[in-house]
T-cell receptor, first 114, second 113 residues
Framework: QQQVKQSPQSLIVQKGGISIINCAYE??????FPWYQQFPGKGPALLIA?????SEKKEGRFTISFNKSAKQFSLHIMDSQPGDSATYFC?????????????FGKGTLLTVNP | ETGVTQTPRHLVMGMTNKKSLKCEQH?????MYWYKQSAKKPLELMFV???????ENNSVPSRFSPECPNSSHLFLHLHTLQPEDSALYLC????????????FGPGTRLTVL
């Protein structure tokens, strides 16, 4: 019930291409879906987040698409750059009871080749 | 110092040692967290403190003992660890508990021999 499943585990994209990472959740009480980006030797940092009242949120080259009925959400990185090479984690949480805790996916290692 | 800092950055210890990890946040946040990050596994929440009170102990073995003396500092005391405890230990803080952005430190890379 608390799992967030993330795919793919790793992804290699050419510079300028589109990177797509997918996540699925089970807990219908989740209503906050952030994506975190982690570079080697650093802690994760919030990249972008969405709430289920919208189906899409865009910030620069990064877009979250959200499908409430399918309980799925995805991160799209347009015009991928070598500097985007990092590990990306999706996460989910709710607002009530123990649901406040962030449940993370296993992460996707993105490599953008020059 | 800004953000969330952690010391030491690397730690090697034997199974019989006692050591402590330190975390300090300079953001004026009210909540602090310890996470364990292992390869190919999701981040595992270990402990949560809100206003210096422990609100979550996620079935963590007693060989890990947290301490939050004030809202800016968080410690993780380690004793009699096992090799499988080797991992990256991340500290994070947030303004509140529910759905606030969590700010992570760089982590302590722990190796248990």
């Amino acid at each position: 019930q608390q799992q967030v499943k993330q795919s793919p585990q790793s992804l290699i994209v050419q510079k300028g291409g589109i990177s797509i990472i997918n996540c699925a959740y089970e807990n219908t009480a989740f209503d906050y879906f952030p994506w975190y980006q982690q570079f080697p030797g650093k802690g994760p940092a919030l990249l972008i987040a969405i709430r289920p009242d919208v189906s899409e949120k865009k910030e620069g080259r990064f877009t979250i698409s959200f499908n409430k009925s399918a309980k799925q959400f995805s991160l799209h990185i347009m015009d991928s750059q070598p500097g985007d090479s990092a590990t990306y984690f999706c996460a989910a949480s709710g607002s009530g009871g123990s649901n406040y805790k962030l449940t993370f996916g296993k992460g996707t290692l993105l490599t953008v080749n020059p | 110092e800004t953000g969330v800092t952690q010391t030491p950055r690397h730690l090697v210890m034997g199974m019989t040692n006692k050591k402590s990890l330190k975390c300090e946040q300079h953001l004026g946040h009210n909540a602090m967290y310890w996470y364990k990050q292992s390869a190919k596994k999701p981040l595992e929440l270990m402990f949560v403190y809100s206003l210096e009170e422990r609100v979550e102990n996620n079935s963590v073995p007693s060989r890990f003992s947290p301490e939050c003396p004030n809202s800016s500092h968080l410690f993780l005391h380690l004793h009699t660890l096992q090799p499988e405890d080797s991992a990256l230990y991340l500290c994070a803080s947030s303004q509140g508990l529910a759905q606030y952005e969590q700010f992570f430190g760089p982590g302590t890379r722990l190796t248990v021999l």
